[in-house]
């Protein structure tokens, strides 16, 4: 409680602002977008910028592991305890908003903050973390840095992936590390080279909501129960090209038309569900030769089809499949299950929204989120701040400030309960089995 | 009749498969297509190549326009009479086929090569015409030169239409002028310089059909009646760009989702009019920002709507306008109401069937042609050959020699009877007030 009482928003807004400025479209304008994609010079300039606050701090270091995730960490009164992490990424769209992934990383920051104001030390150490590649605008697919953390097998198929000019992920990293640890020499921070899959007591994530939820039911925070499961195709309609003016239409085999009966009798089924959970959105629709006056001789276009619950989403696939013209294909081109979050940790945020006194609910992410990764690996959970029209990906993007600082609260409360819990779980557990990564006199914070 | 029986199937597919050496994607394969655009060297070749034939020959001589049209006159009895016009264009598709145009201009110079084998003079001159730029895909729109002879005002508002390298149309006409007269000059051809809208007494082209109704119907020849009226739309649908998995289905503003409704009621309306001659096409659709997660701020279709008669597109246009969503517009690209053919010509084009016993029948053409320009400059009328499975402006287009050679002879029946018709009609005394624009030592040609 104390913590979160602590939590300040002028200091919260001070340094989201202070964020924004790095690739910042118009310099000053928080509303002109924020162009600063993964590991590109403008983002190692915004991790430096936040790791240099507690880098020299007493009772702070600062690491970085294979995938150059970055982690801020505020040590505990128990150097062998597994840490609480929280964060988020700052990496952002090719032209995005100022908060989507630096909420988090300034909430977390923040809670550091405030528990350095009420001078309170935590039995565990907590961690802020800044996961590499969120947005997979620059690297595809998105996640790398979080997925590689939980799995890191899975970096050794993400390094050879190539951005636009032909750097691999696994060169940008290495030159991230680089660049960090010549910083940290340079001005004589406390830092560690961070082992990736450390086991970790609980994550817990603090992000905007991205969808208009929270801001139409008049909520301050979601406490987010799961990432809801996605499903992505690609249908592919034959047709046969054709002068439009001297083709009946008993010669006709036009893809369009097939391809727009086919759409609209999904669309149908989906509305005739009137299930509010379920979301079906037809993104991209591509025709062939794309000529005012010849018949398509092929459309593609793709679905994207969510629900929590995966016989929603079969039962769609069914009827897809059902309406298919012959010839026609369908390709799947993702199939991620709903990912549940831990229950106590849920059930954690429910208990710091109701004794800070904020408005809350249940709700379920539609977008991802590190936080996805990390489910499989730790007990992990979200808290959502409403994001005013549901904009997001953006620069119009935003949250007042009233419902970040609610938000970073609830986020303050449940990183010192977590924090403070000092039963050896099974993460302790694993963690003594493995070899310190600390260095031994940053084990007791100095003041 | 003697003309029409001179007509030789051999002679035909040679100078045709001759111009289709000119620009052959596959030299030496007629069906590799033939890339062949408006006034680019290739074509230039290509004229040159069918005028040599006869530009030295007694009796016959060479011109050009201002708008490059090249005519090959056969000079008849009464150098004074207005002459019969046919032909067509030898421009093609980027990657075209070989009979489209090709075959007008082919058929043309045969029934000349017909009536020289037969000995026979004419009344009146007759013209094998290659119009510029029929296709519209080098400078758009097509009919360029066609429409510039009934209308030389048109020329005004042409000349400065550029291709994609900048070049305008009025200097590719005056590098194709220069071109022609040097070599006139240096082969020593009897060439005249053209002025455009020369009174005419007919024009009459042979085309392939570029659609699959004669061969469906097991016919050699379409007596084209007239030249169908089309309508082109734009019609753009908004909407609001959100995340696809974020947004609840109350909260969206899909422009996919109402464009694809929008488009299904059109088709359906037109489906239910069961109506042969009623062609609808949606050739283009292009949604934004065309991401998979991102439901759609706004998507454009084009819609292609013909019929003959006019209240048909009308009732069409009010359907769309009655379904047309809250935001949404149409634009009007094009309206061109249908173009009647001579009356009298036709039934001329019926005799020459009936004598010739060719199986045929009246028919609507779907597509343009430079027909429709002349139609309302002169008594103008139209021939089809088939076209093997519709098929046209691609690789495949393809008519067998049988059925290219019927259509020839019926040409030449209908050449032959107009230019035997001694009546002075309203182009000879139109003629008759114009100076004259024969060099004086062609109007009777030399043996």
Redesign the interface.
Known sequence: MRAAQAVDPDRLQTRLRGLASFGAARPGDIHGGVARQALTPQELLARRWLATEFACRPGYSVGIDAAANVYIRRHGENANAAPVLTGSHVDTQPLGGWLDGAFGVAAGLEVFAALDAAGLRTHRPIETVMWTNEEGSRFAPGLMGSASYTDPARLAIFRDTADAQGVTFLQACNDAREDFSMAAREAGWRWFDAPLARPLHAYIEAHI?????LE?RGLQVGCVTAI?G?R?YRVTVPGR???????????RD?A??KA??L??AL?EYG?AQDD?A??L???????RP???????DQ?AF?I?A?HPEAPVLDALEARLQAVLPAGAAIEV?QHKPTVAFDLGLVELARQACQSLALRHADML????HDAMPLAGFCPTAMLFAPSIG?????PDEHTGIDDLTACARALAWCLAALAQDGNAGAADAARAGSPAFDHPDLSTPTR
Not at 209 to 213: A, D, H, K
Not at 290 to 296: F, L, P, Q, V
Request: charged share 15%; glycine share 8%; net charge negative.
């Open positions: 909501e991205q969808g208009p939820i139409a809801q996605v992505w090209s054709a002068h439009a003016g001297t083709t009946p239409d008993a010669a036009d369009q038309a727009i009966a759409a609209h669309l509305r509010a379920l979301r959105t037809i993104g991209r629709w591509h025709c794309d000529s005012i006056n010849t018949i398509a459309v793709t994207d969510r081109l992410s539609g977008a991802f549901g904009v997001s990906h953006h």
